[in-house]
């Protein structure tokens, strides 16, 4: 399933470079500890709150990133899809520069992340419930408008720049004299992860990406030797359903992540209720998704050997309506019930 054509693969240099054009330009997010989720853990977990960024998640790193550069190129809009933060971040990235910007949600997105997308200046066209009909509505739209499509996983400054909070997070835990032993990432269409497995790279950090149950194309794509579709399962992880992984992060990731872990919602909205009610930290499942899954590797066969695991707390853009039931109460059947956008 491929959205691009021979994409060239960046390095750990793209992202340092990304890291340096983008400061002053994005927020250097907080690096977190709790000590109640360290004793859980039996190991140091130390979390990158991109819940905190502006646009309220890390896919802004990305976004700026490309839209900057093709704003020094002359163009004038932008056309972006995806479930919510790629679209709101390229929003809100395009207004910075001076962009029309046009983007692609499902028709079940949630609802607080097609609002944020209008506030930000963009038209929002709503289009099917798949990447493949998203995909299809963006590149009409692209040709019609003239302008070029910021893909949010197929795209060499999008996953620099969602390289550069990990890149943060692994600086920030040197300094502090607690480096790194793994580092976890959500796995959507795997930008993030593999932007992880770039700034990682040349160091002993071992990278995992995390998926949810029955979402797991990074995963079968691993074991099958090229991006695998799925159907994806209901989740309250909106952002983790894209339905295959990117070409160009599966080139990046399948020589370089340790491996991936799966996540059910049960254990994703016990990481919220963790987050929020532990650390006072609002997060959205998707967000949360990382904690999960770290918790889950730290208790499993291999997590003794790691003393200091990071996260990146991909994003915190949440319905209330759903914070209140996952604060308060099982999650059964609650994706179905969210309607929760593929």
């Known amino acids: ?4 054509h021979a994409p060239a693969l960046p390095d ?3 992202v340092e470079e990304a890291a340096w054009w983008l400061s002053g330009r994005v927020v250097r997010t907080p690096v977190l500890n709790c000590p109640a ?3 859980l ?3 140091r977990i130390l979390l990158k709150a991109e819940n905190l ?3 309220g998640s890390y896919k802004m790193r990305g976004a700026m990133l490309a839209v900057g550069r093709l704003a020094a190129a002359g163009h004038t809009g932008v056309v972006a899809q995806s479930t919510g933060n790629h679209a709101v971040a390229v929003a809100l990235a395009a207004g910075r520069h001076g962009l029309a910007a046009t983007v692609v949600l499902p028709v079940d997105a949630a609802p607080v992340k097609v609002a944020q997308a209008r506030a930000a200046g963009a038209r929002v066209v709503l289009a099917g419930t798949t990447v493949e009909e998203r995909l299809g509505a963006a590149r009409q739209l692209a040709a019609a408008d003239g302008h070029p499509l910021v893909d949010a996983y197929d795209h060499p400054d999008v996953v620099a720049g969602q390289g550069s909070a990990s890149l ?13 032993d793994a580092l976890v990432v959500p796995v959507g269409g795997g930008g993030g992860v593999a932007g992880a497995c770039l700034a990682a790279a040349g160091t002993p950090i071992e990278v995992y990406g995390v998926e949810p149950v029955g979402c797991d194309s990074l995963a079968r794509s691993l074991a099958a030797g090229r991006p695998t579709p799925v159907d994806p399962a209901p989740t309250i992880a909106d952002g983790l359903r894209p339905g295959c992984v990117g070409d160009l992060p599966f080139a990046v990731a399948r020589d370089a992540v340790r491996g991936v872990v ?3 919602d049960d254990a994703i909205a016990e990481a919220f209720r963790l987050l929020l009610l532990e650390l006072k930290v609002l997060v959205e499942p998707s967000g949360a998704a990382g904690l999960a899954g770290a918790l889950r590797l730290a208790g499993g066969p291999e997590g003794g050997r790691y003393r200091t695991v990071g996260v990146v707390l991909t994003g915190g853009n949440v319905e209330a309506d759903l914070v209140a ?4 109460g099982p999650v059964a059947d609650l994706a179905r019930m969210e309607g929760v956008a593929a």
């Open 37 to 39: 989720i360290d004793r």
């Open 262 to 264: 799966r996540v059910d």
């Open 325 to 328: 039931r996952l604060a308060t």
């Open 53 to 55: 960024q502006t646009g």
């Open 12 to 14: 750990r240099a793209r």
């Open 168 to 180: 943060e997070l692994i600086e920030e835990a040197e300094r502090a004299g607690t480096p790194l």
């Open 1 to 4: 399933m491929s959205r691009s």
């Open 41 to 43: 853990a039996g190991a």
